[in-house]
């Protein structure tokens, strides 16, 4: 029954538990322990719930020397090899073997209900563990008929990704011939108007004939490397106060 040479793991350990001498099954109905001896128990140890590969034992041992009373091996749970009463949660039917294969129905108890509860998540555990292995290896050996996604790139497909660059178009500028581009209107969008080609007395300066003279004559004795006489201060003084008798006569 057991895998020969298969690592044995420890599942529970619980050091006090019970055995009883329970009377035949007279029919189909559940177990009772009230039909036990409860308050003298055939036998006391030590409960020890090991495991090699899908089989889980049930091992009961004495509490000093650790020989072996009786287990039985546990093929599935809940099943016929352990049994829960109908009248509580701390004891169970249980059916033990010896080497050459036979077989007898012990009840077994314990004096606490946590333990109880330990023994009996145990073996759940391990069955579920078990039942998860067989699934795993029915689908490995099945054909796989789910349709598959085919995400690889077609002949010819192309991609194009762009990773956080984002081009912006700067807007030319309008530019002069000259290479230098217009200034913007001046703020309140009105120019200025040209200046008038009256201006006041004040302001304005009457154009001196001499002085203009004096300039030509200027750049003509510089060409003949000889030197201009000098207008007398007395004749641009007359001409220019002439020129302003002339314009506040009009």
């Given amino acids: 029954m057991a895998t020969e040479g298969a690592y044995e793991s420890v599942l529970c350990v619980k050091p006090d538990v019970n ?16 039909d036990w001896k409860l308050d003298s128990p055939d036998w006391t140890g030590r409960m020890r719930v090991t495991a090699r590969g899908k089989v889980a034992y049930i091992k009961l041992e004495d509490k000093i020397s650790g020989e072996l009373f009786a287990q039985a091996p546990i093929d599935e749970y809940p099943g016929i090899a352990v049994e ?45 563990w ?21 995400l690889g790139f077609k002949e010819g497909q192309t991609i194009t990704l762009n990773i956080g660059q984002s081009r912006k178009r700067e807007k030319s500028r309008p530019q002069g011939s000259g290479g230098f581009g217009l200034l913007p209107p001046p703020p309140g969008g009105k120019l200025a108007p040209p ?5 006041s007395n004040h302001n304005t300066q009457p154009a001196v ?10 750049l003509d004795s ?18 220019l106060w002439g020129d302003f008798d002339s314009v ?3």
């Fill in 84 to 128: 829960t009463v109908s009248d509580s949660s701390r004891y169970f039917v249980l059916r033990i073997q010896d080497d050459s294969g036979r077989s007898a129905f012990i009840g077994i108890g314990f004096g606490d209900r946590g333990d109880s509860f330990d023994f009996n998540v145990a073996l759940q555990d391990h069955f579920k």
């Fill in 209 to 218: 004939e001499g002085s203009d003279m004096g300039c030509l004559l200027d």
């Fill in 19 to 34: 055995v009883y001498r329970i009377p035949p099954r007279a029919s189909n109905r559940g177990v009772r322990a009230a």
């Fill in 130 to 150: 078990v039942k998860q292995e067989d699934e795993i290896s029915k689908q490995a050996q099945a054909p796989d008929t789910t349709p598959k996604l085919d």
């Fill in 248 to 250: 506040s006569q009009k």
């Fill in 222 to 239: 510089s060409n003949d490397n000889s030197v201009a006489a000098p207008i007398s201060n007395t004749t641009a003084t007359t001409d």
């Fill in 195 to 199: 200046p008038s080609s009256r201006s």
